[in-house]
Nanobody
Framework: QVQLVESGGGLVQAGGSLRLSCAAS????????MAWYRQAPGKQRELVAD???????NYADSVKGRFGISRDNAKNTVYLQMNSLKPEDTAVYYC?????????WGQGTQVTVSS
């Protein structure tokens, strides 16, 4: 079955950086749109950023200019570089792959930003 495995989360001070990775397996990675979502306690899951199979990127307004999404099709991996982190970025970050009606999720990785 398809697996999406996130890594790179952790505890960081405000203003710091983290790089999340999501390694995909058993999937034709290159044809999928890849995305990062996050869910903070008591809040709905929200889209952070996505990258199409052609490399087009899209960002939530709250992270524009601070986060960067990229993909390496040779490694079946999508990345989220997070800079200038703020306490409000604290959440569980989920990797997502979708194409037509096929949607897959990772298990999530915790990001905590201390003030």
């Amino acid at each position: 079955q398809v697996q999406l495995v996130e890594s790179g989360g952790g505890l960081v001070q405000a203003g710091g950086s983290l790089r999340l990775s999501c390694a995909a397996s058993r999937i034709t990675f290159s044809i999928f749109t890849m995305a990062w979502y996050r869910q903070a306690p008591g809040k709905q899951r929200e889209l952070v950023a996505d990258i199409s199979d052609g490399g087009t990127t899209n960002y939530a307004d709250s992270v524009k200019g601070r986060f960067g999404i990229s993909r390496d099709n040779a490694k079946n991996t999508v990345y989220l570089q997070m800079n200038s982190l703020k306490p409000e970025d604290t959440a569980v970050y989920y990797c997502n792959a979708h194409k037509f009606t096929f949607v897959y999720w990772g298990q999530g990785t915790q990001v905590t930003v201390s003030s």
